[in-house]
């Protein structure tokens, strides 16, 4: 079954620092999310992408925060000059229509490690 | 704004046995969906069932089904016959239904139930 990848799977990098979190979606979804998971907390909504463009963000997603889709394969969350408090897990999820019946499905995420 | 409450941090069942997780949540509209999400410890969050709120059976799927209360916003997840497989963290999910705003909406999530399961 496609399954969504999300590399790497653990990051550790110094507070300041940028940071790129990759994903590849399930190759025919048009649809792309990213959701955080600070430790212990629930996992809250970042951002939606669909047609080089986003259709949504949180009120997390600020100026710090970009999404972009290089290619045809990858979707890349970058961090500018991260915070301590950007360490969480971090998901990639994709679906193939916008329509809320179906599915978004899931990447097994990134550990972000701010120190 | 929608929120999603799941009351219990954590619950246990014996292998064979029912557990009932409970979630809850607010919204002032009438058209979207629920959904509980499975989460292993190999963290990929795993869909285990949906709910359309215009429906008023309750999914079902395999041993996993719902009790959906629309008017009390109460979305429980019953497992029968728990396995070991099924020792996990479960995630109550809310979704505002697309037809209305034209584009994917996000989920909106609770804070979770971490089930374990025993011999």
């Known amino acids: 079954e496609p399954e969504v990848t999300q590399t790497p799977s653990h990051q550790v990098t110094q507070m300041g620092q940028e940071v790129i979190l990759r994903c590849v979606p399930i190759s025919n979804h048009l649809y792309f999310y990213w959701y955080r998971q600070i430790l212990g907390q629930k996992v809250e909504f970042l951002v939606s992408?669909?047609?080089?463009?986003?259709?949504?963000k949180s009120e997390i997603f600020d100026d710090q925060f970009s999404v972009e889709r290089p290619d045809g394969s990858n979707f890349t969350l970058k961090i500018r000059s991260t915070k301590l408090e950007d360490s969480a897990m971090y998901f990639c999820?994709?679906?193939?229509?916008?329509?809320?019946?179906?599915?978004?499905?899931f990447g097994d995420g990134t550990r972000l490690s701010i120190l | 704004a929608q929120t999603v409450t799941q009351s219990q941090p954590e619950m246990s069942v014996q292998e064979a046995e029912t557990v009932t997780l409970s979630c809850t949540y607010d919204t002032s509209e009438s058209d979207y969906y629920l959904f509980w999400y499975k989460q292993p410890p190999s963290r990929q969050m795993i869909l285990v069932i949906r709910?359309?709120?215009?429906?008023?059976q309750n999914a079902t799927e395999n041993r996993f089904s719902v009790n959906f209360q629309k008017a009390a916003k109460s979305f429980s997840l019953k497992i029968s016959d728990s396995q070991l497989g099924d020792a996990a963290m479960y995630f109550c999910?809310?979704?505002?239904?697309?037809?209305?705003?034209?584009?994917?909406?996000?989920?909106?999530f609770g804070t979770g139930t971490r089930l374990q399961v025993t011999l």
């Open positions: 992408f669909y047609n080089n463009e986003i259709s949504e």
């Open positions: 999820a994709s679906s193939g229509t916008m329509y809320s019946n179906q599915p978004q499905h």
């Open positions: 999910a809310y979704r505002t239904d697309s037809i209305n705003t034209g584009t994917a909406s996000k989920l909106t």
């Open positions: 709910q359309e709120a215009y429906k008023q």
